[in-house]
């Protein structure tokens, strides 16, 4: 199977970036990935632990702002991830 990843204007995009394919299996992962780049296979199972995102920035407290690649926003608290960057704290 040959994968191409493009933007909305077909125009190809060029590593990295990250990509989820909810049908394969660790099998066809180890027949199928490319040699020639990196890749990763990641089994995923809700817990009911949270709201696993990916993405924006997310703002810690006032003056501290990060932008992880994963991360999990307990269930009682996705009301409060607002605005961009993401606010996670209470402010005082």
């Given at each position: 199977m040959k994968l191409s990843v493009v933007d909305e204007r077909n125009?190809?995009?060029?590593?990295?970036?990250?990509l989820?394919?909810?049908?394969?299996?660790?099998?066809r992962y180890l027949r199928e990935a490319p040699e020639d780049a990196r890749w990763e296979f990641v089994r995923c199972e809700a817990k009911g632990c949270g709201k696993v995102l990916t993405?924006?920035?997310?703002?810690?407290?006032?003056?501290?702002?990060?932008?992880?690649?994963?991360?999990?926003?307990?269930?009682?608290?996705?009301?409060?991830?607002?605005?961009?960057?993401?606010?996670?704290?209470l402010s005082s």
């Amino acid at each position: 199977m040959k994968l191409s990843v493009v933007d909305e204007r077909n125009a190809p995009i060029r590593e990295p970036f990250v990509l989820r394919l909810s049908c394969w299996s660790l099998d066809r992962y180890l027949r199928e990935a490319p040699e020639d780049a990196r890749w990763e296979f990641v089994r995923c199972e809700a817990k009911g632990c949270g709201k696993v995102l990916t993405g924006p920035a997310v703002r810690l407290a006032p003056d501290v702002v990060r932008e992880p690649d994963v991360f999990v926003v307990r269930p009682e608290e996705i009301h409060r991830a607002t605005g961009v960057p993401w606010t996670l704290y209470l402010s005082s």
